[in-house]
């Protein structure tokens, strides 16, 4: 969906966006951890979700009881319809001609969706056409796929005129992935089916002249407003003809002055085989053209002839997403070349040989290394900002951080278990805040054979930038340093057992994707000679274009 209560898509799983799997390692230190939910997992990208799912769908007079109406159901017919209406895979839908929430409900299960109905009094019941049948009700309805916020609701009375079983209006204001949307549901008159309503003789044509100018005003407002909309429903016109009089109407102002409302499915035929014109329409207003593209579908029934058809109007749906723009050259580097790769793994092999070839001290050790591009790879993160045009944001990291979805730095994962096999810990020293810590090791703990009894996860606080006095501490990662080798180290752990680490620890290697990562030294007084000899010793950094502190 996006998530001040917002949808998931996939577009957001890191895994699927690089086309990469990651394999959970089992660990017996993590059984204490509680599994994010859910809806958690669902809501917690929800800042960079990106598509937004709307269809329009005439039931055909969905009454309830299901058997009664005009058009009665079995139980069977029933659940094919559920069946369909989930196949929509819609985060809105806009419904006509449903009689009541309970007929709703039948189709659209309330534990899943927010089911919001025009408020019109009921109108007189009548004998249906040719079937003997005593009519139910004609509404509009909205259903919206929890957990999506509905901001407010509000009914179009206007376009009833007054008149028993015209339909009102019904306008929604929801909170989406592509900000906050107004979508009005309308069922305009039937019956008038001419290119120019104004022209037409009909009866159902001199109803339609005066809903047109409320339809007309309501557009008007928002385009006014500058505020992203909807307008869909059954419009009982045909209005992909550019030269229909209705939708030269919707598509300008007063002044003659081009809207910004395009009608998505212009270019689709209807699929009712006696009436390929269609009249179902959806139509967006206010929305980017240059960030947001949109695709329009209609779903067909599985049995399409016409007396086997679930409804007489098969239902149409827009996708809304932001446009992918290109990729920037570092990202596109580290995700695509093989460069990136050789040259990770060679690093840790190089680190691998190094350690293999130090005397180890006899007091407890560690290797102390980043998270971020050292350990973690975010590049997903990254290539979302770039795609999305984005810019990062503390929310946005936050909400990526959450979903663990965080793969591992090539050649990050023989060295770290190297690194165990000789007897010595590793100490993660990352800026992520530390209120992260925990999402940081479900994800960490996901891809490595880690406890908290070999690795320490220690995120920056207020106190480590603080702490920066130019002189023993340099950078804001040199405290968290210090206090590993004194044992004051604040380690994340699942349980009460990091007295382990209050005893001191030699450092003996430093690796990271940053200057900084390095201790005692910052982008602006590094001495890159006296770095080159540290580095044949004890310093490997890690390539990462896409970020830094230069």
């Not at 723009?325 to 690093?347: A, D, M, R």
Request: with cysteine; proline share 4%.
């Amino acid at each position: 969906m996006i998530k001040n209560a917002k949808l998931l898509a996939l577009y957001v799983c890191a895994n699927l966006l690089l086309g990469c799997t990651t394999t959970a390692t089992p660990n017996s230190d993590n059984s204490q951890l509680t599994p994010l939910s859910s809806v958690e997992l669902k809501t917690s990208f929800q800042s960079i979700m990106d598509t937004l799912k709307v269809a329009t769908w005439n039931v055909e007079h969905l009454a309830y009881p299901i058997e009664t109406g005009c058009r009665p159901r079995s139980p069977e017919e029933v659940e094919k319809l559920k069946a369909y209406a989930q196949s929509l895979d819609a985060d809105i839908i806009g419904l006509q001609e449903v009689d009541s929430a309970e007929a709703v409900s039948e189709i659209f299960p309330s534990d899943d969706w927010q089911i919001i109905m025009s408020p019109r009094q009921d109108s007189r019941s009548y004998n249906c056409r040719e079937s003997g049948n005593q009519s139910t009700q004609q509404k509009v309805a909205f259903v919206v796929k929890k957990p999506i916020q509905v901001e407010s609701v509000q009914a179009l009375e206007d376009l009833g005129l007054d008149s028993p079983g015209l339909r009102y209006g019904l306008e929604i204001q929801v909170m989406t992935d592509v900000g906050v949307v107004s979508l009005l549901n309308v069922h305009l008159k039937s019956g008038c089916f001419v290119d120019n309503y104004r022209r037409g003789e009909k009866e159902a044509c001199s109803v339609l002249a005066k809903q047109a100018p409320i339809l007309d005003n309501w557009i008007e407002q928002k385009e006014q407003l500058g505020l992203p909309y909807l307008v869909l429903g059954d419009f009982n016109h045909r209005l992909t003809a550019p030269y229909n009089q209705l939708t030269q109407e919707i598509m300008s102002s007063e002044n003659g002055k081009q809207r910004s409302i395009v009608n998505t499915g212009a270019h689709l035929i209807g699929c009712h085989p006696y009436y390929p014109a269609p009249i179902d329409q959806i139509f967006i207003g206010q929305f980017e053209s240059s960030s947001i593209a949109y695709q329009a579908t209609v779903h067909h029934f599985d049995d399409m002839q016409v007396d086997s058809m679930l409804s007489d109007h098969c239902a149409l749906s827009a996708t809304l997403s932001k446009k992918q723009l290109p990729v920037t050259n570092s990202v596109k580097w580290l995700t695509k070349s093989k460069e990136y790769s050789l040259i990770t793994q060679s690093i840790y092999k190089q680190a691998e040989a190094r350690l293999s070839a130090l005397t180890l001290p006899n007091k407890p050790w560690a290797v102390v290394m980043d998270v971020d591009e050292t350990v973690l790879d975010n590049s997903p993160y990254q290539l979302m900002l770039d795609q999305s045009g984005a810019a990062y944001t503390q929310q946005t990291w936050k909400d990526w951080v959450e979903l663990q979805q965080a793969s591992l730095v090539p050649g990050a994962e023989g060295f770290i278990k190297k690194v165990f096999s000789l007897g010595g810990k590793v100490a993660l020293i990352t800026n992520r805040d530390k209120e992260l810590d925990n999402a940081t090791w479900r994800n960490l703990s996901k891809l490595l054979p880690i406890t908290p009894t070999n690795t320490c996860l220690t995120g920056r606080t207020l106190i480590d930038k603080k702490a920066v006095n130019g002189q023993d501490i340099v950078n804001d990662k040199d405290l968290r340093r210090q206090q590993l080798r004194d044992g004051s180290i604040d380690c994340f752990s699942s349980r009460n057992d990091s007295a382990i680490w209050q005893s001191g620890h030699n450092i003996i290697m430093q690796i990271g994707d940053n200057i900084e990562d390095v201790n005692g030294v910052t982008q602006h007084n590094a001495d890159i000679d006296e770095l080159i000899e540290r580095s044949n010793n004890n310093i490997f950094i890690l390539p990462n274009p896409m970020y830094g502190s230069w």
